[in-house]
């Protein structure tokens, strides 16, 4: 029995409050009790689960006036009666019973969710009180023996119908294009059965509804044709979208590459405020600006390269250095020791040392020419140390021959010595 002593040890095992109307959720499922009672102290519940058990009917909840939901599946109740004191009672189920008939629902003014499935239900007259009961949006009758078509009738006068399950009924074929016809029937409708009820597929059965087969099919179409033009203008706007992103990130960019040019380039302010900046893949023709908007100098002005320092530049010319030519030194070196040769030597290298290294980028014709003067200058000088390095390899070839690293050593054997017999074999067998 659900005693008040069992209520108590119920709770301090699922670790509810000990004190009965401080509990707003009893948990009373799989108890095996067969009667309701004893739930007068417990008058803050909301919700109240006694699936499982052996109730036979439903009574003694006039203390449970705050209760939302009630939950009495799986029981032996054959009636709906007793659900007066649950004015606030928003979802009830009593799945898998023995009701025959939906009935003492009416007082329930904001009960929402009915849940009646596996039940007695038969006839229309068996659910003909649905009629009284506007509140109602979810509705489940599945698996009852519900066989008339004349069902719709009720079921449209719901006004806030919104869910409805019928599956396992015999209606279910008796009902000509079942699906279609409580779509367009039912006008709240957004769940049938197993799957949603979109409005694609509302607008194709009123086109059904209306002009057969072929208005179906132009409606469907008309539906996919619009579905594509959204998906292309999603995608055109996430184009464009990327596209705007990526001018910013060039902008961005340019206006990086003109800063870091400004910057390195300050004596050119006054042209880049009204030409625009040439690209860093164009700095030969930078260089030839630049070098034309220096002072013109005089070949008497010049200093002597000689004496010429690269340190010495001032800083303001250093910038416009961009490139420089470096000079190789050639060093003479030469096997004759006579003293003609080292004289020669010693000449080619004091010219050599004298030529420095001189940034082309301000006196590039200078140097140019100097350069051309002194590679005429050595080209005799180089073809004659090479022709006399040339005779003397020729002649310590033929004073000293070359020998070979392995010489064979060939001895006739003597006749005392014996022959090996697989080397020498008798001619006679």
Known sequence: RMTKKILLDICKQQKLYWTPYLNDTLYLHYKGFDRLENLEEYTGLKCLWLQCNGLRKIENLEAQTELRCLYLQLNLIEKIENLEPLQKLDSLNISNNYIRTIENLSCLKVLQTLQIAHNKLRTVEDIQ??????????????????????????????PNLHVLNLMG??????????????????????????????????????????????????????????????????????????????????????????????????GLEAVTDTAMLPERDDYAEIEQFKLETLQKLSLDELPDLEDLVVSEFPPEEEIFVQKQDCHPKIEIISEVTNDSNSALEENNKSMLENSVEVPTAIFSNVCQNHKEHEKERLRPLLKSFFTQRDNLEIKDKEVAPLKPLIQEVITEPKDDLLLSPVCHQPDDP
């Open 129 to 158: 009180h649905l009629q009284e009961c506007p509140s109602i949006s979810v509705l489940d009758l599945s698996h009852n023996n519900l066989s008339d078509p004349s069902i719709v009738a009720i079921l449209e006068s719901m």
């Open 169 to 266: 009924n015999e209606v279910i074929k008796k009902i000509a294009n079942y699906r279609k016809t409580l779509t367009v029937r039912l006008k709240q409708l957004t769940y049938l059965d197993d799957r949603p009820v979109f409005p694609k597929d509302r607008a194709c059965a009123e086109a059904w509804a209306v002009g057969g087969l072929e208005a179906e099919k132009a409606e469907r179409e008309k539906w996919e044709t619009r579905e594509k033009k959204k998906i292309q203008d999603s995608i055109d706007a996430l184009a464009a979208i990327r596209q705007r992103a990526e001018e910013k990130r060039r902008q961005k960019c340019m206006e990086g590459v003109a800063t870091d040019t400004l910057e390195d380039l300050p």
